[in-house]
């Protein structure tokens, strides 16, 4: 098995070897959460450090969860009513960390690179829940596991990704994820929702549904972001609904046995129709929730696995 990161910041500079080293531990996690015994000790007396500052629910109770089953001590910092908010810095939030010499440090930030800033000041590994606009790299991983399991392979798929991709750290990771394991991605959004430049990422842009689900393996819905919306992207739900919502008559351009994907939370009858999203022969959706604890699981022990390695190497003596 092969995974080298110290930290999970992203998928840009994850080998797809090590990728299918994540998943493929994944998938014995998969099999422990559905055991009677759901507990393993590779993490016992490891401290988790839960730090969202953003709201999350399912992210956060995965990570904890994951920890947990892993045997670490695991604390979630209450970010909306910290140090910050009365005007402490991100480093010396990081400062602050060191003196409690956590182990993993998981962080959910609105900005963009300020997970990689936390990272580069704390004394342990760091895994982003997510930051502004720029990645979501457990998401994309756990998309990946859901695809594999459901597709039986995670290469030479096609892939759309559909929705609000500007605003989208989840559609980023995914791109760089699937891109790395040779699958063909469309993105399918309006164009106010579509970055600019994004026909340059390597995979092909839609503006109309019923093209961009043309034959599709798997159809990746994306949640309207409209907290990061400063202004007008859609001229209202109903229509969008009408363009760019999953219905029935726009799934019927994928594959028969494609597959349906959100990473939540829903908006029903905006982003996919409530039918699509509960239909159990196409919907993954909740296999993707279930994922999520198997694959976080899978990440925190690879990278204790390395800070205990890199904590243990000898030290080089200056001469």
């Known amino acids: 098995m092969s995974f080298r990161a110290r930290h999970l910041l992203g998928i840009e500079h994850i080998a797809p070897d090590e990728i299918t080293t ?32 953003e709201n999350s629910t399912r992210t956060q109770a995965s990570f904890e969860l994951a920890g947990k089953r892993l045997g670490a001590d695991v604390m979630n910092m209450h970010m909306q009513a910290s140090s910050v908010k009365k005007g402490e810095t991100l480093i010396d939030t ?6 409690m010499h956590p182990d993993l440090l998981v962080v959910r930030h609105p900005d963009s690179g300020a997970v990689n800033l936390l ?31 459901a597709k039986g392979r995670l290469h030479r798929l096609t892939v759309a990704i559909c929705g609000d991709i500007a605003h989208s750290r989840v559609a980023r990771s995914n791109i760089w994820l699937l891109g790395k394991m040779e699958n063909r991605v469309r993105l399918v959004g309006p164009p106010t929702l579509m970055p600019s430049g994004a026909a340059d990422w390597g995979v092909e842009v839609y503006d109309d549904m019923k093209e961009g689900l043309k034959d599709a ?4 819905m994306l949640r309207l972001q409209k907290e990061r919306m400063d202004g007008a992207f859609i001229p209202s739900e109903r229509e969008y609904f009408h363009r760019y919502g999953l219905d029935a008559a726009k799934l019927d351009n994928a594959k028969e046995d494609a597959i349906v994907m959100h990473p939540g939370p829903m908006n029903r009858g905006v982003e996919i129709d409530g ?7 196409r919907s993954v959706i909740q296999d993707q929730v279930e994922m999520g604890v198997a694959v976080r699981m899978a990440a925190m022990k690879l990278l204790a696995d390395n800070l205990k390695a890199a904590r243990s190497a000898p030290k080089e003596v200056a001469v």
């Open 22 to 53: 994540l998943l493929d531990l994944a998938e014995t996690y998969v099999d422990l959460n559905r055991s009677t015994d759901k507990h393993d000790n590779a993490l016992q007396g490891l401290t988790q450090i839960n730090m969202f500052f």
């Open 94 to 99: 990081a400062l602050t960390l060191n003196a």
């Open 119 to 149: 990272a580069q000041k704390v004394n342990c590994a760091v895994l982003n829940a997510g930051d502004g606009r720029h990645e979501h790299p457990t998401q994309a991983l756990l998309d990946a596991l859901t695809i594999r399991r």
């Open 217 to 220: 393996d798997v159809v990746m």
């Open 275 to 281: 039918t699509i999203a509960d239909d159990i022969n």
